[in-house]
């Protein structure tokens, strides 16, 4: 049997105890002596090559498609500083852009003159303010949008 799983191992291109021989049909095996005889129950598949064992990927395909759904980013999976998930760069350009959108779209509807919206840009890009509710806020506070003038004048004639 030793000289059938030598041939068999060198036709499946694998070594002598990765051939696998069906045990019921062992007397055929015997009877090959030729490298044809054994191609032939090769293709029988009397003799086989056994698979190489793997690493099962299962568990890691469930959980990046928990991830990609948003599961499994709650503060205790987090590993390394908040700056490491998101720069800082990444955050001053997401607040800067959405600031100046805001003061753009004020200046668009005549909320606020040109002036102010010279002096609330550059206080914007001073960093002056955290997000667009403190700039709403500040607007409001100092009384620089045209709008909240209107709603006063309204309200002293009512």
């Not at 090559?49 to 991830?67: D, E, L, N, T």
Request: a positive charge.
């Amino acid at each position: 049997m030793s000289l059938q799983r030598k041939i068999a191992a060198r036709k499946l291109k694998c070594g002598v105890n990765k051939v696998w021989i069906d045990p019921s049909r062992l007397a055929d095996v015997k009877d090959a002596i030729t490298g044809a005889d054994i191609q032939k129950l090769i293709k029988d598949k009397v003799i086989k090559k056994i698979k190489k064992k793997g690493v099962s990927r299962a568990r890691a395909k469930k959980i990046r498609a928990q991830k990609s759904k948003g599961r499994r980013r709650g503060v205790g999976s987090r590993r390394g500083k908040r700056t490491a998930r998101k720069s800082k760069k990444e955050k001053w350009m997401r607040r800067i852009r959405a600031l100046r959108k805001y003061l753009a779209e004020l200046k668009g509807k005549n909320m606020i003159s040109l002036t102010t919206y010279r002096k609330m840009y550059r206080k914007c890009s001073g960093g002056f303010f955290r997000n667009k509710s403190h700039l709403k806020l500040y607007l409001t506070q100092h009384k620089l949008l045209k709008q909240d003038d209107k709603n006063e004048e309204a309200k002293k004639k009512d």
